[in-house]
């Protein structure tokens, strides 16, 4: 039975940070992409970034560049998001999700737009005060 159980949401101010990680179980965590993603209150839920199955590719959305790095430890099966410099419009429930590698998975394409992805988890919660 596959698991994906992200952690390390919480309330911080702006301008501050936090890492959020995600581990995935019951699967073989390098044959995936990996995804993060969020969703405010009221809106879509958008890509934040994804990583290439050993992480020598990524993808990241415009408003996260240069804020957040994704980063992954495949002996470990976790995910990372590293997001600093943080904003209230980052305020969100943030979800990994894993996608099988195929030819048809693209980083920038199908994964930031949260297609196909095989396997979501439920979330962790992200809060910044202003």
């Known amino acids: 039975q596959v698991q994906v159980v992200e952690s390390g949401g919480g309330l911080v101010q702006a301008g501050g940070s936090l890492r959020l990680s995600c581990t995935a179980s019951?699967?073989?965590?390098?044959?995936?992409?990996m995804g993060w993603y969020r969703q405010a209150p009221g809106k879509e839920r958008e890509g934040v970034s994804c990583i290439s199955r050993r992480g020598s590719s990524t993808a990241y959305a415009e408003s996260v560049k240069d804020r957040f790095t994704i980063s992954r430890d495949n002996a470990k099966n976790t995910l990372y998001l590293q997001m600093n410099n943080l904003k209230p419009e980052d305020s969100a429930m943030y979800y990994c999700?894993?996608?099988?590698?195929?030819?048809?998975?693209?980083?920038?394409?199908?994964?930031?737009?949260?297609?196909?992805?095989?396997?979501w988890g439920k979330g962790t919660l992200v809060s910044i005060s202003s």
């Open positions: 999700a894993a996608v099988f590698f195929t030819a048809a998975v693209s980083l920038g394409g199908s994964c930031m737009r949260g297609y196909g992805m095989d396997y």
């Open positions: 019951g699967l073989t965590f390098d044959d995936y992409v």
